[in-house]
């Protein structure tokens, strides 16, 4: 029985991409969070919190767009023919974050709140468009042969337009439990305060969106409520359930490490459901992992690279995280 190297590079991205979601999730969450914080000292803070790791956290974007080029090469051309305009929008959101980012700190007073903004829509529009991309993603694509024959709108339907506002409250409650674990003070109270109707919020849009999946996309209900699927996704609610409820107790005990760890809880049930809608297929509706795969030469030879590399990215993550651990003061910085 030889490798089945499809299955490894399916795995390797889906780990790319969540990597990504979990560490880029509550960077662009604290942009979302601006607009509910007044003080020029507290939104510095806010910012110092992720200023020493926010670029490194998009590493996992590019291997996993790398990943899919090289592994899946037609899945990589139909998928960014079908999004090609969200995905340039949501990359014009980080670029103007990035930059807003970096300007912030170096512009005179009269001038910051322009760079405000920018850090605010860019946050936004990155995090709605990749959220539009996600329900687009789920609804398929059309395609005939090997070529994708759909329009260049027809992502822009409701479907994915509430898929993108979802992903807004749902990198909202990342950032708001990571400023609960890395903050103190007023500004921690605040986020305290903030974190439980975000809950709500985030728990509706998933019920609404649990709800909508399978009365849109037959084939995804024949999936979820077909055996011996139905086992796999039945525990999928009930510990979305049971975290949520965790949740809620700990933002009211104002715990600090809880709520963010039980957040990225939800985060990944989230995204193990979206995995047992779409398994085995890369293209949906109907284009599998081996159909859509490049040839075995060219994904042994990337995969002794990716190899090699992941365990440094790796490596220099945890390495950067456990360096700049611990809590972000106005006037002490990191302690």
């Given at each position: 029985m030889g490798i089945d190297l499809p299955l490894i590079w399916a795995v390797i991205i889906a780990f790319g991409v969540m990597m990504y979601v979990v560490m880029d999730g509550f960077d662009l969450g604290i942009g979302i969070l601006f607009p509910f914080v007044r003080d020029e000292g507290e939104?510095?803070?806010?910012?110092?919190?992720?200023?020493?790791?926010?670029?490194?956290?998009?590493?996992?974007?590019?291997?996993?767009?790398?990943?899919?080029?090289?592994?899946?090469?037609?899945?990589?051309?139909?998928?960014?023919?079908?999004?090609?305009?969200?995905?340039?929008?949501?990359?014009?959101?980080?670029?103007?974050?990035?930059?807003?980012?970096?300007?912030?700190?170096?512009?005179?007073?009269?001038?910051?709140?322009?760079?405000?903004?920018?850090?605010?829509?860019?946050?936004?529009?990155?995090?709605?468009?990749?959220?539009?991309?996600?329900?687009?993603?789920?609804?398929?694509?059309?395609?005939?042969?090997?070529?994708?024959?759909?329009?260049?709108?027809?992502?822009?339907?409701?479907?994915?337009?509430?898929?993108?506002?979802?992903?807004?409250?749902?990198?909202?409650?990342?950032?708001?439990?990571?400023l609960i674990m890395k903050t103190d003070g007023r500004l921690q109270r605040q986020m305290h305060d903030l974190a439980r109707p975000l809950v709500f919020v985030l728990l509706a849009a998933t019920g609404i969106v649990s709800l909508w999946t399978p009365l849109a996309h037959p084939a995804i209900?024949?999936?979820?409520?077909?055996?011996?699927?139905?086992?796999?996704?039945?525990?999928?609610?009930?510990?979305?359930?049971?975290?949520?409820?965790?949740?809620?107790?700990?933002?009211?005990?104002?715990?600090?490490?809880?709520?963010?760890?039980?957040?990225?809880?939800?985060?990944?049930?989230?995204?193990?459901?979206?995995?047992?809608?779409?398994?085995?297929?890369?293209?949906?509706?109907?284009?599998?992992?081996?159909?859509?795969?490049?040839?075995?030469?060219?994904?042994?030879?990337?995969?002794?690279?990716?190899?090699?590399?992941?365990?440094?990215?790796?490596?220099?993550?945890?390495?950067?995280?456990?360096?700049?651990?611990?809590?972000?003061?106005?006037?002490?910085?990191?302690?």
């Amino acid at each position: 029985m030889g490798i089945d190297l499809p299955l490894i590079w399916a795995v390797i991205i889906a780990f790319g991409v969540m990597m990504y979601v979990v560490m880029d999730g509550f960077d662009l969450g604290i942009g979302i969070l601006f607009p509910f914080v007044r003080d020029e000292g507290e939104r510095d803070v806010m910012m110092n919190t992720v200023a020493p790791v926010w670029d490194g956290n998009e590493t996992w974007l590019v291997l996993g767009g790398a990943g899919l080029f090289g592994a899946f090469p037609l899945a990589y051309s139909v998928v960014l023919h079908a999004l090609y305009l969200p995905l340039i929008l949501m990359l014009l959101g980080l670029i103007f974050r990035g930059v807003a980012f970096e300007f912030r700190f170096k512009a005179k007073a009269q001038r910051k709140h322009l760079w405000d903004k920018a850090f605010i829509g860019g946050s936004l529009a990155a995090t709605f468009f990749q959220g539009v991309a996600l329900g687009a993603y789920i609804e398929g694509f059309a395609v005939e042969g090997r070529r994708f024959v759909g329009g260049s709108l027809d992502w822009l339907t409701p479907f994915p337009v509430f898929c993108g506002l979802a992903l807004i409250a749902a990198y909202a409650l990342l950032g708001c439990t990571w400023l609960i674990m890395k903050t103190d003070g007023r500004l921690q109270r605040q986020m305290h305060d903030l974190a439980r109707p975000l809950v709500f919020v985030l728990l509706a849009a998933t019920g609404i969106v649990s709800l909508w999946t399978p009365l849109a996309h037959p084939a995804i209900a024949e999936r979820w409520f077909s055996l011996p699927n139905l086992f796999w996704f039945m525990p999928v609610p009930l510990l979305v359930l049971l975290c949520t409820w965790a949740l809620l107790r700990a933002v009211a005990d104002n715990r600090n490490y809880s709520p963010f760890l039980l957040t990225l809880a939800l985060i990944f049930l989230g995204y193990s459901g979206l995995g047992i809608s779409l398994w085995p297929n890369v293209i949906p509706p109907s284009i599998s992992i081996w159909e859509a795969a490049a040839p075995p030469q060219s994904q042994g030879f990337m995969l002794v690279g990716a190899l090699l590399i992941i365990p440094f990215i790796l490596m220099y993550t945890a390495w950067s995280y456990y360096v700049f651990r611990g809590k972000v003061t106005q006037h002490d910085g990191y302690h």
